[in-house]
């Protein structure tokens, strides 16, 4: 089993969308874990309004994810308020995940990069560092990796905590699946020269695999692994 532990929809695709659905072409069981309704941060002048785009947004995580070949079933939502994961009693947080993550058992976790200029997405990473924490008596994931979110990983300006990849990922025969799981988004695919456009997506990904001789590829940071 592996799992996406996301603080948006959207950012799953954007951050590994490709290496889901290659480990998902491989036979893989592969599981996403929502952190935050990811719209309820924008003002609306009415709930229906507000309750109406969550609903939309949760359908289009659904078909994302289908696309790359999560099955429903292992598609969860903790929807907690988007751009407010600060507020959240970090031991409730950890908690939640901890139980998810007790429930799948997974032996490869994804999520945030804790240098992101995203609060949620730090506050993820911190909350998935400890919900993965290696102890004797209790289940623990034997590897962890951070990806990268268009838009975000790479506005951390100055910060010490920089995105600085180790482990790289082709996804030359997948980038098209990524892409056309990001398109059904219907909120969050923007027109190019925005980096979450097909374009801009298309050139992360063929910049990622020069870095490695490679067309396409996703890069992450490896936080941990430990072989038995």
Same mark, same amino acid.
């Given at each position: 089993?592996?799992?996406?532990?996301?603080?948006?929809?959207?950012?799953?695709?954007?951050?590994?969308?490709?290496?889901?659905?290659?480990?998902?072409?491989?036979?893989? =069981?592969?599981?996403? %874990?929502?952190?935050?309704?990811?719209?309820?941060?924008? &003002?609306? #002048?009415?709930? !229906?309004?507000?309750?109406?785009?969550?609903?939309?947004?949760?359908?289009?995580?659904?078909?994302?994810?289908?696309?790359?070949?999560?099955?429903?079933?292992?598609?969860?939502?903790?929807?907690?308020?988007?751009?407010?994961?600060?507020?959240? =009693?970090?031991?409730? %947080?950890?908690?939640?995940?901890?139980?998810?993550?007790? &429930?799948? #058992?997974?032996? !490869?976790?994804?999520?945030?990069?804790?240098?992101?200029?995203?609060?949620?997405?730090?506050?993820?990473?911190?909350?998935?560092?400890?919900?993965?924490?290696?102890?004797?008596?209790?289940?623990?994931?034997?590897?962890?990796?951070?990806?990268?979110?268009?838009?975000?990983?790479?506005?951390?300006?100055?910060?010490?905590?920089?995105?600085?990849?180790?482990?790289?990922?082709?996804?030359?025969?997948?980038?098209?699946?990524?892409?056309?799981?990001?398109?059904?988004?219907?909120?969050?695919?923007?027109?190019?020269?925005?980096?979450?456009?097909?374009?801009?997506?298309?050139?992360?990904?063929?910049?990622?695999?020069?870095?490695?001789?490679?067309?396409?590829?996703?890069?992450?940071?490896?936080?941990?692994?430990?072989?038995?």
């Amino acid at each position: 089993m592996i799992l996406v532990i996301a603080a948006h929809p959207d950012d799953e695709i954007l951050g590994c969308g490709g290496t889901m659905a290659k480990l998902s072409s491989q036979g893989h =069981q592969v599981a996403t %874990l929502f952190l935050t309704s990811g719209i309820t941060s924008r &003002k609306y #002048k009415s709930s !229906k309004k507000k309750v109406n785009d969550v609903k939309k947004l949760h359908e289009d995580a659904l078909k994302a994810n289908s696309i790359i070949g999560v099955k429903k079933k292992n598609i969860f939502f903790l929807n907690y308020t988007d751009q407010k994961l600060d507020t959240v =009693q970090f031991y409730e %947080l950890v908690s939640k995940i901890k139980k998810i993550i007790n &429930k799948l #058992k997974p032996e !490869k976790v994804f999520t945030h990069h804790p240098g992101d200029y995203n609060k949620d997405h730090r506050i993820c990473y911190e909350a998935v560092l400890h919900s993965t924490r290696v102890s004797y008596d209790e289940f623990f994931p034997k590897e962890l990796f951070c990806f990268e979110v268009a838009s975000s990983t790479e506005r951390s300006f100055g910060t010490i905590n920089t995105f600085v990849p180790n482990f790289y990922v082709d996804i030359e025969d997948q980038i098209e699946k990524k892409i056309l799981a990001l398109e059904t988004y219907r909120t969050e695919i923007k027109p190019p020269p925005h980096p979450r456009s097909r374009e801009g997506i298309k050139a992360q990904s063929n910049w990622r695999g020069f870095e490695v001789s490679l067309k396409y590829a996703e890069a992450f940071f490896l936080v941990r692994k430990i072989e038995l």
